[in-house]
């Protein structure tokens, strides 16, 4: 089978604290993580033709990150799709390197969301803005946690999953941070209580925040940030690291719907085109970076992106089957601690592909054996109402 | 100082205004297009179905179906603090429309509230527009 080799990761950077104590700045953080992410690569500020973007720096975020970083982009890219514009900007950076417009790409993110003392996950999002659908959504006083715990409760409705089945995801990963120094550090500075591996009766017996999710079914609020570095073929082959290609890509987008099932996400359309474009099914991957955000988006995910048949996710995560050390029961999940037990900055999209080029490196804390194929997935606004997915397919040599 | 309140709707937002008038009245108006039949909420100027919508607004019965709720537990709103355990839900009405909504007149949130129970609406009175919420039907079913 020919593969694409279009584009390449060649060189990544993931800030190592989760609190900054207010001492440190967004834009201060996409910087140094540019920088050591270049650095990574062998490359310095002057490669970098194409700079990709978010906008939580601030405002007309292409002009003014240009300036910063002190770059002359022939590309700049503004995707903003919350937690999943990383995929998307990683998709658009391969396709406009493809296309001859970009030669090395850059993607950064920055973000000080607890030392700001964000409410994130259970907030109001109250106050009724100028959008139409918040000014439908906002009196009923729905929490983030309690969007995604509307899907948990329809998917248990429907398919007879479980609170147990859906702690498996939280424990995996948390045994995946107790391998990483910087989610147990992470864990220690945001003020863990009880930092160890877990057991579903840990989970389940955790308090409840909004049913059926319980805490410890949650992402943390951190702080952080990071960088990737994406090259043409020709820069790729020749920089310090071995290449992670990007092999496939799909996005998609989900909104409520009148009558719609909102069980299924914006992975069941993103997810096939990722797969069709990189030649590859979802049994040969071995890694899955999955946005874990909750527990049921994992749950939901896994299922949308085709590992298993909808509905079947719960006694598909059984057993302890996400683990890293069990290679052929499929692909091992987030295997840096993810969201639930590594961080949460708010978008975790760049967290997604920095685990995931580890791994295919062979860089990862918790290193599965003779990774050649990963999925990065990030699902970006709320998985219970309006959301963006952004399906990344990644391949060593 | 006042107590905090609900966060209430703006009664200017070009789309769904129409909708808001409507609470003063206690209708629950939706549109639905007259060219392809598509229901659209929420509302907006533009059919969504056709390119040639044709949108005239209707009023709901108010009977509804529970699709899915959470019972929230912890909240740091101003308001929704002092209401905890409440439900949040999506609501399915007779007509088509689905809006997220609390589901009220409950003695237990967390025992009197299942998926798929038959609802109906309740209004919530404000000063310039009310509030639709939902209540377990009293209808025989």
């Given at each position: 089978?020919s593969q ?11 800030y ?10 967004p834009?201060q ?13 062998g ?6 033709d ?5 906008g939580?720096?601030?405002?007309m ?41 970009a ?11 607890h ?8 907030g ?6 100028m ?15 309690a969007n995604?715990a ?19 995801i ?13 989610a ?6 945001l ?7 877990t ?9 409840m ?7 410890l ?18 820069v ?16 998609a ?5 009148n ?5 299924t ?17 979802p ?9 874990d ?6 749950l ?6 085709g ?12 057993g302890?089957?996400l683990r890293?050390?069990r290679?052929?029961?499929?692909p091992?999940?987030n ?6 037990s ?10 997604l ?5 580890r ?9 599965v ?7 990065a997935?990030?699902n ?8 963006a ?9 | ?28 108006r939706?549109?639905?297009c007259r ?18 919508g044709?949108?005239?607004?209707k ?7 529970l ?5 929230v ?18 609501i399915?009405l ?10 009220v ?7 009197d ?10 209004w ?11 209540r ?6």
């Amino acid at each position: 089978m020919s593969q694409k080799r279009d584009a390449a990761i060649v060189g990544i950077h993931e800030y190592p604290s989760r609190d900054v104590e207010g001492e440190v700045s967004p834009l201060q953080i996409k910087a140094e993580s540019a920088a050591i992410a270049l650095a990574d690569a062998g490359l310095t500020w002057s490669d970098v033709d194409a700079i990709y973007d978010a906008g939580e720096g601030g405002g007309m975020a292409g002009l003014t990150m240009a300036e910063y970083f002190g770059l002359s982009p022939r590309v700049i890219n503004t995707t903003n799709v919350g937690g999943s514009s990383y995929e998307y900007h990683a998709a658009h950076a391969s396709r406009d390197i493809k296309a001859g417009k970009a030669r090395v790409a850059l993607l950064t993110y920055g973000s000080t969301a607890h030392s700001n003392a964000r409410a994130i996950g259970v907030g109001g999002r109250g106050g009724a803005s100028m959008h139409p659908a918040e000014n439908m959504d906002a009196y009923a006083g729905m929490t983030l946690i309690a969007n995604y715990a509307m899907v948990a409760h329809r998917h248990m409705h429907e398919y007879g999953t479980t609170s147990e089945q859906l702690a498996e995801i939280s424990v995996a990963t948390r045994m995946h941070a107790m391998r990483n120094p910087e989610a147990v550090k992470a864990m220690e500075d945001l003020e863990f209580l009880d930092i160890r591996e877990t057991t579903i009766a840990d989970v389940v017996n955790s308090r409840m925040i909004a049913d059926p999710l319980h805490l410890l079914e949650c992402c943390m609020i951190s702080d952080g940030g990071g960088a990737v570095v994406i090259a043409a073929p020709e820069v790729a082959r020749n920089c310090k690291k071995p290449p992670v290609w990007i092999l496939g890509s799909g996005e998609a987008t989900k909104y409520p719907m009148n009558g719609g099932d909102i069980t299924t996400s914006a992975a069941a359309q993103s997810g096939p085109l990722a797969f069709a474009e990189a030649g590859v099914t979802p049994a040969e991957i071995d890694v899955a970076m999955i946005y874990d955000s909750f527990s049921i988006t994992v749950l939901a995910l896994l299922e949308d992106l085709g590992f298993c048949p909808k509905g079947e996710g719960g006694r598909w995560v059984e057993g302890g089957r996400l683990r890293f050390d069990r290679p052929s029961d499929g692909p091992a999940l987030n295997t840096d601690g993810g969201g639930l037990s590594s961080n949460h900055p708010g978008m975790r999209g760049i967290f997604l592909l920095l685990e995931a080029t580890r791994q295919l490196r062979g860089e990862s804390t918790a290193q599965v054996a003779d990774a050649k194929l990963a999925i990065a997935h990030g699902n970006g606004g709320m998985l219970g109402s309006r959301h963006a997915a952004g399906t990344i397919i990644l391949g060593s040599d | 100082m006042n107590d905090p309140v609900r966060p209430l709707p703006r009664t200017d937002e070009f789309d769904t205004q129409e909708f808001w008038a409507g609470t003063k009245e206690k209708e629950f108006r939706y549109q639905q297009c007259r060219n392809c039949d598509t229901v659209i909420f929420y509302a907006r100027r533009h059919c969504t179905g056709c390119v040639d919508g044709d949108l005239e607004w209707k009023i709901a019965s108010g009977r509804a179906t529970l699709y899915t709720y959470s019972v929230v537990r912890q909240s740091y709103h101003p308001f929704f603090r002092n209401q905890v355990p409440y439900a949040v839900a999506w609501i399915d009405l007779e007509e088509g429309p689905r809006i997220l909504s609390n589901v009220v007149g409950v003695s237990d949130p967390l025992k009197d509230i299942h998926i798929g129970m038959r609802l109906e609406l309740e209004w919530e009175e404000h000063d310039a527009l009310c509030i639709p919420l939902f209540r377990p039907s009293t209808e025989s079913s």
